[in-house]
């Protein structure tokens, strides 16, 4: 079976996203390892960039696009040496869409990426009184990630779906912003 170069590419990029969230988790962690760590990041972050990348590229490809993830090799770099400095500056790649995408296609598009992590973090959420460390983490970082996403500043997905959409854009942003005050309340109720 060959595996795809896009498929390479994705995988490239949630190991070294992996590995960069795993070192700052690591070191804000007194009591977890860093293979505990590194775990833990694969399964929220690494889970958390993929879908938000495929979501695009599923929508790009349903309204008729060529659609295609490419990794920022320097960019996995840097995202892993800031790690190691206790904050990660991660812009891990994107999904290169060919052919004319109007507003609406554009929009649509744009926002399935922070929809996905407001799915996984809210798929993450039950399970916080289970499973803390990765639960926990899992909701905090897809809330982060589609809260960041929808930043309406240029090349962000909230410019997009605020030129798109403004409505759907402030339900985006009401739910992250909701979520996130949330997640920073949420360690008086469980113990991670």
């Not at 295609?68 to 904050?87: D, P, Q, R, V, Y």
């Not at 609406?104 to 039950?126: C, D, M, Q």
């Amino acid at each position: 079976m060959k595996i795809s170069s896009e498929f390479k590419e994705l995988i490239k990029a949630w190991l070294a996203i992996s590995i960069a969230f795993g070192i700052l988790i690591n070191l804000g962690s007194k009591e977890m390892s860093l293979g505990k760590s590194l775990l833990i990041a694969a399964i929220t972050v690494g889970l958390g960039f993929v879908a938000h990348e495929l979501s695009h590229r599923y929508y790009a490809r349903k309204f008729g696009k060529h659609a295609e993830f490419k990794a920022n090799n320097l960019m996995l770099i840097i995202a892993i040496f800031t790690s190691l400095f206790g904050f990660v500056l991660a812009v891990p790649g994107a999904v290169v869409i060919s052919g004319f995408v109007n507003r609406r296609e554009g929009g649509i598009i744009a926002a399935a990426g922070p929809a996905a992590n407001i799915v996984l973090a809210l798929i993450f959420l039950p399970f916080v009184f289970i499973f803390p460390s990765i639960a926990y983490y899992g909701f905090m970082i897809n809330s982060w990630l589609a809260l960041f996403n929808l930043i309406p500043f240029q090349s962000f997905d909230g410019r997009k779906v605020i030129e798109w959409n403004k409505l759907v854009y402030l339900i985006l942003a009401i739910v992250t912003i909701g979520m996130n005050v949330l997640h920073i309340i949420l360690p008086n109720f469980i113990n991670i």
